[in-house]
């Protein structure tokens, strides 16, 4: 079965601040991840994908097989960066499997 | 530009009354369609996908069905709803690329509440 746990429901950052998001999956082969976001007002929206190595709006997430975890990380935060953060995982059948989701809420 | 529409985007239904929600795309063509719930406390759980007209596929079984009944339509249904339906209902589409590893796109949901 495939799994994705997101142990914080809630993450209070100063601005400028790093921001840690933490993910951990379960799958017993090569899963393909992702990180979503929800604005408030706005929908669900891809914010980055674990094969394109690429940071986007500041943030990084870097695969660790060896921790099975995929965590969402930005050196400074930032008031728009308060949102919604799933992380998300393609697995079996092409299943898309959503953790619970983090609200990440920047404060001055 | 490719967009995805979703009504309404609340509803507020008593128990054992009838259930639709449609989901259409723009833009595209045989795009592979999803039905996502977000119930409180929970992720997001997928509940049906769709990669062709009347082809539809179940990942949770429930109390609600799913009709493709158009390339770019997407329908969720229920004959008599439960409290236990209450939930933000997401629609979400991807390219039908094979392998299902596109990303998707999602409607703005549909928030639907069971009294």
């Known amino acids: 079965a495939q799994r994705v746990t997101q142990p914080e429901k809630l993450l209070s950052v100063f601005k400028g601040a790093p921001v840690e998001l933490k993910c951990n999956y379960s799958?017993?082969?090569?899963?393909?991840l992702f990180w979503y976001v929800q604005y408030s007002r706005q929908r669900l929206q891809l914010l980055l994908r674990?094969?394109s190595r690429e940071s986007i709006k500041g943030f990084t997430a870097d695969l660790n097989k060896g921790e099975t975890s995929f965590h969402l990380k930005k050196p400074f935060a930032q008031e728009e960066d308060s949102a919604m953060y799933y992380c998300a995982l393609i697995g079996t059948a092409s299943k898309l499997t959503f953790g619970t989701g983090t609200r990440l809420q920047v404060t001055l | 530009s490719q967009t995805i529409h979703q009504w309404p985007a609340t509803l507020v239904q008593p128990v054992g009354s009838p259930l639709s929600l449609e989901c259409t795309v723009e833009?595209?063509?045989?795009?592979?369609l999803y039905w996502y719930r977000q119930a409180a406390g929970r992720g997001l759980q997928l509940l049906f996908y769709s990669v062709g007209i009347g082809q539809i596929s179940s990942e949770v079984p429930q109390n609600l069905s799913a009709s493709r009944p158009q390339d770019r339509q997407f329908i969720l249904s229920s004959k008599k709803l439960l409290l236990s339906d209450s939930g933000f209902y997401l629609c979400?589409?991807?390219?039908?690329?094979?392998?299902?590893?596109?990303?998707?796109?999602f409607g703005p949901g549909t928030r639907l509440t069971v009294l």
């Open positions: 799958y017993s082969g090569s899963p393909e």
């Open positions: 833009g595209t063509s045989n795009p592979n």
């Open positions: 674990h094969i």
């Open positions: 979400a589409w991807s390219r039908a690329s094979g392998g299902g590893t596109d990303t998707q796109y």
